[in-house]
């Protein structure tokens, strides 16, 4: 669950996993053997465990049901709806009006990202990324942001085989630019100065005959606004 900047919303969901199938397995020990069942989700299970996504509103005790069908339980970054990073592919604007969040297929091959209006819970697909082997949004944490005052997403992809950075209109869905290029790899975005439009992120492989750089760099192409 994410609370929103102002302590008021939560966004989180509903799970359903009544159509999946029991896993068992039998604990031996001294004295009779335990069976232990849960919910395991097998390849010819036609669906994994769905989420339906909810915002709670706290002071009025009311459950927003985002109007859209419920999601695979998948995260951009793992089989699990939480990847261990503070956004897990949800993100709040400032005043808790709108959530940004990335919907994944079961198979991780396709990726809808979506705005949700958090006092009537509909939802608008902003743009949707499609990759023929598994799309990870980083190497070890999540680096797509809304950034809300500039109607615009930076959103993580490795479409010319290097992992990058790109800047999208948040409102139309289109790309703007490409902030990051070149043979190396975006691994973690660090930190946005969205005033200067300047972002700080660690990488891969950027200086020649250096496989590892934990150094921090500034990607200038953000101040592009093509």
Known sequence: MLWSPDSKKIATFRQDQRHVSDMY???TKVGAPELEQWKYPLPEDKKVIQIERVIIDVDNAKIIRLKVP?????????????????????EWNADAS???YVSTSRDHK????RIAD??????REVFEEKVATQYESGQGTINNRF???SNEIIWYS?????????LYDAKTGKLKNQITKGAFVVTQLLRIDEANRVLYFNANGREPGRIHITAIFTALALMERT
């Not at 419920?70 to 949800?90: E, F, K, T």
């Not at 958090?118 to 939802?123: C, K, L, N, R, S």
């Open 70 to 90: 419920a999601d695979d339980r998948r995260g951009s970054l793992s089989d699990d709806i939480s990847s261990g990073g503070p956004y897990d592919d949800n």
């Open 118 to 123: 958090a006092a009537t819970g509909d939802v």
């Open 158 to 166: 490795e479409r010319d085989d290097w992992g990058h950075l790109y």
């Open 110 to 113: 396709i990726e809808k990202v």
């Open 25 to 27: 397995l039998v604990k």
């Open 98 to 100: 709108k959530l940004m």
């Open 147 to 149: 950034l809300d005052k």
